[in-house]
């Protein structure tokens, strides 16, 4: 039976034209290289070598570079590189200066600045490294750094102090101190291989590694963090799939923001990778002007779903040097958090979190739902500011003979 006045009293609003544009999905496109060849354009290699990577580069393909951005460029490669595949670059609105994909690749001359609270290593990350390239700070897991690269640089990267060659970072091309660490430390069951991105490892590389690291038996769960099927979906090969899913259980966590960065290359990489029985997770960072509003998260995140990935965590921005432009508040992301839950799948909504500074690792932040919580009764409210009360049960009263009886072991006779 359908309820007519239901629209009324559930007070959702109808989706608006700009959450159905947002959720279109549409074609990278060759854009700005209409004229390089199709084999050459789905090919991952074509795509890096032809990355943009200097000013000179910048200002032909993006006629309307700002004096902010003009600088920016000039400073960039002294801190975190430069680096933009086209295939991404083409999802530029060059017209809009606030163009959220502009603002996540393109450096301003505000990342020069610092402010008090700022840091060049947010998460403490250095101080929880037994051995370069190993972050080992939950009890059974360590984030695995396999290389310093990546397919484009994010300007809030909040590992900027040592990708793209920033400072010169040891990496073992072998990992023998890294995957020794954990092969003799038999706590960690959970290796997160990140970087840089480890999809831009070769197919034998990463083959290697991952076998490595198969063959320890306390290791009962990898996954890979990256930004390949966003930044460079042709990477996604049915050779790297296929090579994948010999590894089992193994996830995927990708990184995406914008509800536009999901093209339609990109949902067919991500289907590559579903359908290689691989779990797809997303991560988003809370940025201003980019994702810090409702509708874009919104849409963004139902977009996730249509492309077979769960939205994992929605991350407040880390302290990174250089990023207060691109930082929203705490109360904006709680403000966000609220409008999801309840309002769309639950499967659709990631769990806000914060990286605590100096290094207490990830702190989930949720809107306040408990509004009295006594021994005799918890009052809560629903997403639409509903009262509620639920009675407080006692934890501490024993169980009745009877009943412990019948949860005890039995007994021979
Ligand atoms: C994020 C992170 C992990 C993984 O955390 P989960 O909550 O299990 O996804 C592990 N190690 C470090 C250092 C991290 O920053």
């Avoid at 090919?43 to 990355?51: A, E, F, N, T």
């Avoid at 400073?75 to 991404?88: G, R």
């Avoid at 769960?310 to 929203?328: E, F, K, M, W």
């Avoid at 021994?375 to 009360?389: A, L, Q």
Wanted: aromatic residues 8%; hydrophobic residues 35%; contains cysteine.
């Amino acid at each position: 039976m359908s309820d007519p006045s239901f629209g009324e009293k559930g007070g959702e609003p109808p989706p608006t034209g700009l959450t159905s544009r947002l959720k279109e999905f549409r074609s990278a496109g060759k854009g700005f290289w209409a004229n390089v060849t199709d084999t050459d354009w789905r090919d991952w290699r074509w795509q890096l070598k032809h990355r943009i990577t200097s000013l000179e580069q910048l200002q032909k393909f993006l006629p309307t570079l700002t004096p902010e951005e003009h600088a920016g460029t000039l400073l960039a490669n002294t801190k975190l590189a430069m680096a933009i595949t086209p295939c991404f670059f083409n999802l530029i609105d060059a017209s809009d200066e606030n163009c959220p994909i502009r603002r996540q690749v393109i450096p301003r001359i505000e990342e020069t600045g610092t402010a008090p609270w700022e840091m060049s290593d947010p998460c403490g990350e250095d101080s929880h490294s037994p051995v370069p390239g190993l972050v080992h700070r939950y009890p059974d897991r360590v984030l695995f750094l396999v290389t310093d690269r990546c397919a484009s640089y994010c300007r809030y990267c909040t590992r900027s102090r040592l990708v793209s060659n920033a400072t010169g970072y040891d990496f073992h091309p072998e990992f023998e101190s890294q995957i020794d660490y954990i092969r003799k430390t038999p706590v960690i069951r959970d290796v997160l291989l990140s970087g840089g991105d480890p999809l831009l490892l070769s197919d034998a590389k990463l083959e290697y590694l991952l076998t490595q690291l198969r063959a320890i038996p306390h290791v009962e769960f990898l996954r890979i963090g990256s930004r390949i099927p966003i930044f460079l979906p042709q990477r996604i090969t049915p050779e790297l799939c296929a090579i994948l899913k010999r590894f089992h259980p193994l996830f995927i966590s990708i990184h995406s923001n914008h509800p536009r960065e999901l093209t339609s290359e990109v949902r067919e990489a991500l289907g590559r990778l579903a359908d290689a029985g691989i779990p797809l997770g997303n991560q988003s960072v809370l940025l201003r002007h980019v994702n810090d509003n409702s509708e874009v998260m919104k849409a963004h995140i139902q977009k996730l779903l249509m492309c077979r990935v769960r939205p994992y965590y929605l991350y407040q921005c880390d302290l990174i040097t250089g990023s207060a432009h691109l930082r929203s508040s705490v109360r904006k992301g709680l403000e966000i958090m609220d409008s999801l839950r309840g309002h769309t799948s639950g499967y659709a909504v990631p769990q806000y979190v914060i990286d605590a500074p100096g290094g207490g690792g990830k702190v989930p932040i949720n809107p306040e739902y408990v509004l009295s919580h006594n021994r005799d009764r918890v009052v809560f409210r629903n997403f639409e500011g509903k009262v509620f009360e639920y009675p407080e049960g006692a934890d501490e009263i024993p169980l009745v003979r009877e009943a412990a009886t019948r949860f005890a072991e039995p007994q021979l006779v």
